[in-house]
């Protein structure tokens, strides 16, 4: 297994379970109107990464690490 392709194939997975709440789905600083272009843009980045990190992280490690072991057979 490649410690190389896990990592990168690991944050790749992770943003892109993260997109639904990067894109700000049930996210309610859109409503407050005193909020600045910088404050729903940290909101929003910090929400997405966050939430249900757990749930997240573990399907990305699951993903990875089949992508990880299928590359490196692949290779050998």
């Known amino acids: 297994m490649n410690f190389k392709i896990f990592l990168l194939s690991f944050i790749l997975i992770y943003l892109l379970l993260s997109l639904p709440s990067f894109f700000g789905i049930g996210y309610v600083i859109?409503?407050?109107?005193?909020?600045?272009?910088?404050q729903k843009f940290n909101g929003y980045v910090i929400e997405g990464l966050g939430n249900q990190f757990l749930l997240k992280s573990l399907c990305?490690?699951?993903?990875?690490?089949?992508?990880?072991?299928?590359?490196?057979?692949?290779?050998a």
Request: proline residues 4%.
């Open 60 to 75: 990305a490690v699951i993903a990875s690490m089949v992508l990880s072991l299928l590359m490196s057979n692949r290779t």
């Open 30 to 38: 859109d409503w407050v109107p005193e909020a600045t272009l910088g």
